[in-house]
């Protein structure tokens, strides 16, 4: 292991074809899961950021939180059943807001929400909003009225609050009595009765299990589907296909990555067969010699992984802000140990050809 | 008990009408403190033979005894054990492992028989000051000329005090005159320390450094 570290030492340039490969295959995998990220996070926050464990909609929505309407009779049905603590509404609908000063205007999901989240606290006072902290680039400033929608409804900003996107857009949080009078001046159509929400956010009691009580209301209850909200967040429009064609991409940019190491390793054991077989010659075992070689192939992913990770940090920061990047620790570490374990059974490859050096072609000659 | 003891050694390779006999009816001893050299023209089976010897190649029948292990039934494990712990080599040409320093040469074998620290370390600076190399011990192979190489070959195998080292050519690769100094070494060293050695050469300006010159001839030793 000694000796195989030195030689990576002292000898980088015989590694640093596949250093190199592997440090722009890091940068790909990192950019693709940063886009997956910021893709996937800008769709979903606002409805990670709820702390119900359980979405409710109703049964002819087909999953579709923008299709689904839960009436005041569906919700008081849903809180009777076993298990659950509490039920609170939640609607959304998408609106352009209109800033004072401003031409342009800013696209917002505008959510209707009646108890906080992890993320946003109590409803403002009726006619106000919190707004997502993305809004605040578009030169939102606390204490201004915004006009929604075509009508140009007026809102009161209340504050912001920080990580609450949906569908890439900044969401607005308001009461849903503020929030019905947005929509009755812009969209009609959209407007609910009083009492009704689009989703049910279900608490479930302590104990309960979210999925046992999505089984429990989905069998209870025929006018309404149960989600986990996992499942609710990934039946959102283009989350689920999204998520899997990138992790598509990604699986495929490291089974790249291992077969560079391969063929990488491959190389490098037929290049040595001479110096390997003086080593068992000596006495060095097949396995010593397998485990130098898994050594310096995990070593090379961590470099490779150091510095494309800096090489990614780099064209983040000149990436220009519209493009939803998002570098997220929980993606660097898995993409690092997904990066080990692609180097170590690229490695293996050739594990089988170390084995079969003779021992006996160090001593040459007649 | 001889140092390297070898009875009606055969090998061959291929089998049938492509067999080829490498080694016939070999025996040998080899005493302590004693220096042979096998010569003969190429393809006689010198390599083979000194293959077998140090449990690089197991023979088609016969046995092998280096000292009190008979090795002829050894597995590929226990060979590569042997050869750690027992056996020495010096090749043709050094065969150094050409990023290692001329230390660190010599403590790769110390490593492999899993004695570390500082009293490898001191063996090592011990064997290459006797060797002359003590100006030399932070020079990597590519530093040294062809006569320092195969003197820190030398210490390498003499690292682990094996009972037996075997020397492939050792002067080939050198001129007649660092050729003579190598050999005066390679003497002096394994007779200082009591050990066995076989020298496989061609060269027989070299032979007189033996205590004993056996001849080999189509896989078969001179009687």
Known sequence: ?366 | MPALELEDVRKTYGSGDTEVVALDHATLEVHDDEMVALVGPSGSGKTTLLSIAGGLLAPTRGSVRVGPHEISGYDRGQLTKFRREFVGFVFQGANLVPFLTAKENLLVVADLAGNKGKVSDKRAMTLLEELGLAHRVNNLPGQLSGGERQRVAIGRALMNEPELVLFDEPTSALDSTLGEQVMDLIRSEIKGRGTAAVVVTHDTRMTHYADRVVEISDGRLAA
């Open chain 1, 1 to 366: 292991m000694k000796t195989a570290w030195r030689e990576l030492i002292r000898k980088p340039s015989r590694f640093l074809t596949a250093g190199g490969a592997l440090t722009l295959i890091v940068v790909l995998i990192l950019l693709l899961g940063g886009l997956l990220d910021g893709l996937y996070l800008g769709s979903t926050r606002a409805l990670e950021a709820q702390s119900a464990g359980v979405f409710v909609y109703s049964a002819d929505a087909n999953d579709s939180f923008f299709r689904s309407r839960i009436d005041g009779n569906l919700r008081a049905e849903v809180a009777d059943v076993p298990g659950v603590e509490s039920v609170s509404g939640l609607s959304v609908v998408q609106l352009p807001a209109h800033v004072p000063g401003v031409v342009d205007v800013v696209d917002t999901a505008m959510f209707a929400y009646e108890a906080p989240n992890q993320l946003v606290p109590e409803p403002p006072a009726t006619g106000e909003a919190f707004l997502d902290r993305s809004l605040e680039g578009d030169g939102i400033e606390v204490g201004q009225t915004l006009g929604f929608g075509p009508a140009r409804t007026p809102v009161k900003v209340a504050g912001f609050v920080d990580g609450t996107t949906f569908n890439l857009q900044g969401a607005v949080w308001m009461d849903p009595e503020t929030w019905n009078e947005v929509v009755r001046a812009n969209v009609p159509a959209a407007t609910l009765a009083p009492g009704a929400s689009q989703a049910l956010l279900v608490t479930p009691e302590q104990g309960v299990e979210a999925s046992a009580l999505v089984a429990t209301i989905g069998q209870g209850i025929p006018g309404v589907t149960a989600l986990t909200k996992q499942d609710a967040i990934l039946g959102l429009p283009g989350v689920k296909d999204q998520k899997s064609i990138f992790t598509a991409i990604i699986t495929v940019t490291f089974v790249v990555a291992g077969l560079v190491v391969a063929l990488f390793f491959a190389l490098l054991t037929l290049e040595r067969a001479a110096l390997f077989g003086m080593l068992k010659a000596i006495g060095s075992s097949s396995r010593t010699l397998a485990a130098g070689l898994s050594l310096q192939a995990v070593l090379i992913a961590i470099g490779a992984f150091v510095v494309g990770g800096l090489a990614t940090l780099g064209l983040a920061a000149i990436i220009p802000a519209a493009i939803p990047l998002d570098l997220e620790i929980r993606r660097a570490v898995t993409t690092v140990l997904g990066l080990i374990v692609t180097a170590l059974i690229g490695s293996a490859i050739s594990f089988r050809r170390v084995v079969r050096i003779d021992p006996a072609t160090a001593v040459g000659g007649s």
